[in-house]
């Protein structure tokens, strides 16, 4: 079942070419994500938007367009019209609530509004899961909206579907909602003020795992401004790892060398893909949209005022390709680097009818009760050439199983002592196909 996705985006040709970027990846996804909404917004960054921002987006489009025939060989892809459909322009104007510029009569017309609502008012029980790339005051005024013009329980029961993933707060309007809405809100998010200045906090933020290794977002412990961090292979996302493996496909052409960062709204989507490791409704499990615990951060953290739990920062340590460990929220996405790209250029093939298909398992997510030993195997049909490696989530596990691996199985030994819960996972993949992976949960 795919997960309902809608993108509020500040995209730009210049300085936001991250999100064209971000753009070209997401609808190589549009396989395992429903998109049911593309709506340009404002920021701090962008604060006037026009069909100039929507024509960005049309661009990427008409470049899907191109290649659909070629990514249905593989897999079951929308059209290019309902995708058009669903691309809409929001407030136009940069979401500051001290100047009245959402929660307003004003907007209550405005096409991504209605978008939103018509996604809110939809009669599907899948949560719809929101990616802030950019501000959030289109979104603020449809909420806002629909509190006006539901019954309290109806009310409720939309805010319980919602799941919003923010980088970080790019106007006033995404901690107006969590303050106002906040005690019935799914929200991942390192919170930051959501003007111009906020940036300057990016350093202690998870998203920028994805790519701020020599950028000054980029933290080696997300408390201290390092100006970058060590560690992860920042040769799997420069310009010339660009150049030869997303450029160079006729798809990609038009995916730009980046600005700032490559790409830095991708975690919003990444943590969506239905590749066995993921599981959205529990973002403490970690995935490659990074690990977020639910807690009420104090203030001195992020130097802003939370009013409720939120789902924000907590740190993996993990093995950096400079032999040493690394403890950070930034680690909880550059951890799985390699495998999103590897991802990405697989299905880049696919767009040229090329490489090989999603391998087929048949048991992604288990829950195992065990004692001393237990026998696990991943189930599905897997070319001879498939690759399996098997490893324990040391960060979230509560006790570490000793793993005797053999492809597609794997002999496991319990400790003695042990109790609670570890997170025993498996990566499978082919040479040129997506990457996929089997979990286990082993409960003792």
Known sequence: MKNRYIVLTDINSAPEVDDIQSMYRLFLYANEIEIEGLIVN??????????????????????????????????????????????????????RWAKIQFATKKYE??????????????????????????????????????????????????????????????DEASRWIRKRYGKNLFFIVSPSKGTW?????????????????????????????????????????????IRENVRSFPYAKGYPYPAYITEGDTPSFLWLIQNGLNLPEHPEYGGWGGRYARYLPD??????????????????????????NHTSPQATIWRWRRDFQEDFYARLLWTIGKGDPLPSIQNEYNEIRV???????????FPNDTAFEWFVYRDISSFLPTLHANRSTCAVQI?????????VIVKIKTEHSPVRYARFLLKR
């Not at 977002?217 to 390092?226: C, K, L, Q, W």
């Open 197 to 241: 200045m906020g940036n300057l906090s990016y350093y202690r933020a998870t998203w920028a795992g994805i790519s701020s290794d020599r950028f000054k977002h980029g933290s080696e412990d997300g408390i201290r401004r390092t100006k970058g961090f060590s560690g992860a292979d920042f040769s799997l996302i420069d310009n010339r790892w």
């Open 371 to 381: 004692d001393r030993t237990v026998q696990l195997a991943v189930n599905g049909s």
């Open 415 to 423: 400790p003695a002592n042990a109790s609670g819960t570890a997170h």
């Open 299 to 324: 203030r001195r953290q992020f130097k802003v005022k939370e009013y409720y739990p939120i789902y924000t920062n907590v740190s993996d340590t993990v093995r950096g390709i400079d032999g040493n």
């Open 109 to 170: 017309t405005n096409e991504g509004v209605r978008l939103l609502i018509r996604s809110f008012e939809k009669k599907d029980d899948r949560p719809l899961f929101i990616g802030l790339w950019a501000g959030a005051n289109t979104l603020a005024q449809a909420l806002w909206q629909c509190e006006n013009t539901h019954a309290k329980s109806d009310f409720d029961a939309l805010l319980g579907k919602l799941r919003i993933y923010s980088i970080s707060d790019q």
């Open 42 to 95: 404002t920021s701090c960054f962008v604060k006037r938007i026009s069909e100039k921002n929507r024509a960005l987006i049309l661009n990427v489009i008409e470049s899907y367009e191109k290649v659909k025939e070629n990514l249905d060989q593989f897999a079951d892809y929308p059209s290019p019209q309902a995708l058009r459909s669903v691309t809409a322009i929001g407030i136009p104007v940069y979401g």
